[in-house]
């Protein structure tokens, strides 16, 4: 039986600040620090033993996996960063508070916005200073692949390549794999494992540097799913 570890990344400075994120290489907060430092004592105390690492290309998601790492002792293991992990991106809505947009705009449409699984957010123009296409970090990609903005489903669509061509494959080999992403990267991936509806999936959080462990088997199915200290 293979473990897989989910962690979304511990609180952000945006986070904190209740703005949206998105591609965004914003840093964790302090709290954030010690939230993924609890979640590596969490996996500790768990002894949970890990192979292969997997995390997007953002800070706050590869320092929570650092910090968890270093805290139960296994900063060894392989890594790759991926922008396939990346949070969904936020378009034009980035760095703007979710309060204020839903003064201006309506709880209703800022709540579809961010829960909806098949609404766009408005688009970032590629002229935008702020847009990826700038970033040299997605240089390699091709900018067609380089999104203004995406929904739950777009996000899914290009996580769940990733999930195929590498995931997937060291559970089948029996690793046990961690992932640090992001609240909608996780998202997207958890609707695909445990094959959520497009409906249901509106109603699913998760917490900030909560780690959450399945066990699975070598169908791929899901035998036991846990989230450390709760
Ligand atoms: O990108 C962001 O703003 C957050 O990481 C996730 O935001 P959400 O909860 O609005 O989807």
């Keep these: 039986m293979a473990k897989l570890c989910l962690i979304r990344h511990g609180q952000s ?21 010690k939230q993924a430092q609890n979640a590596g004592k969490l996996i500790s105390e768990a002894g949970l033993e890990f192979d292969q690492a997997y995390t997007s290309v953002l800070k706050r998601a590869i320092k929570t996996l650092h910090y968890a790492l270093e805290e139960s002792d296994q900063m060894w293991i392989p890594e790759m960063k991926t922008w396939r992990l990346n949070e969904r991106h936020y378009g034009d809505l980035q760095g703007k508070n979710k309060a204020k947009a839903a003064e201006k705009y309506g709880d209703e449409q800022v709540h579809i916005w ?21 970033d040299r970090r997605y240089a390699d990609l091709d900018p067609r692949t380089i999104p203004a903005g995406e929904n739950l489903k777009t996000t899914l669509e290009r996580v769940i390549p990733f999930w195929q061509d590498h995931i997937a494959p060291q559970l089948l080999d029996n690793k046990n794999v961690i992932i640090a992403a992001h609240g909608n990267s996780l998202r997207a991936l958890t609707k695909y494992i445990e094959n959520i509806s497009d409906e249901d999936i509106m109603d699913v959080e998760i917490a900030t540097g909560e780690p959450i462990v399945y066990d699975i088997d070598s169908n791929l199915n899901i035998v036991s799913k846990q989230k450390l200290g709760e």
């Excluded at 986070?15 to 620090?33: I, Q, R």
């Excluded at 688009?123 to 935008?128: E, G, Y």
């Design 13 to 33: 400075e945006w986070n904190l600040a209740n703005k949206f994120t998105g591609w965004v290489d914003v840093d964790l907060s302090e709290e954030g620090v």
């Design 114 to 134: 961010r829960r909806s699984y098949d609404v766009l957010p408005p688009l970032l123009s590629a002229d935008d200073e702020g847009s990826a296409t700038k």
